[in-house]
């Protein structure tokens, strides 16, 4: 599976390719060492929309991608496109903050970390094991899922 580093300039594209379930590591400085070194060491094709980045990265020979539009959902196309990816191998199995892969954990592990409503509602729920942020198959996810398939088709 491919594994992706965002520069800053990227924060959205790297939240949207966790959604469709792509590890993506948003790297918010751009201290250009240590990203290089980072993507390197575990694999990871470089996005960026820096074009001073760009030529440093094919300098460094590393794997990369310059992103041309500033549009997400276009983005999003660029990226799938550009490495002929499946559009969504394992959507909503990563976490939204940290990139982590989620588990799923028993509705009595969530009693009090989720609203009422929620807890009262729903029966399925996802958890993160480094930030503890618990995720559920809401409206939230139906407008991202909706998203994606005007973004991306069926």
Not at 3 to 8: C, E, G, Q
Not at 26 to 34: C, E, G, K, V
Not at 97 to 105: A, D, F, G, H, I
Not at 124 to 137: D, G, L
Request: hydrophobic share 40%; net charge positive.
């Amino acid at each position: 599976m491919m594994r992706f580093l965002t520069d800053p300039s990227l924060g959205k594209l790297a939240r949207w390719l966790r959604v469709l379930g792509y590890d993506t590591l948003y790297y918010r400085q751009m201290d250009l060492r240590s990203m290089i070194e980072r993507a390197r060491k575990e694999g990871r094709v470089v996005l960026t929309r820096a074009t001073p980045l760009k030529e440093k990265l094919a300098a460094a020979a590393l794997a990369h991608l310059f992103v041309r539009s500033d549009h997400l959902e276009e983005q999003l196309r660029e990226v799938i496109q550009a490495f002929s990816l499946p559009a969504r191998p394992g959507p909503f199995s990563l976490c939204l903050t940290c990139n982590e892969r989620l588990r799923e954990v028993a509705k009595g592990e969530v009693e009090g970390q989720v609203p009422d409503f929620v807890y009262d509602t729903q029966d399925h729920f996802m958890s993160c094991p480094r930030c503890r942020r618990v995720y559920w198959p809401g409206t939230h996810r139906q407008r991202m899922e909706e998203k994606i398939r005007a973004w991306l088709g069926d």
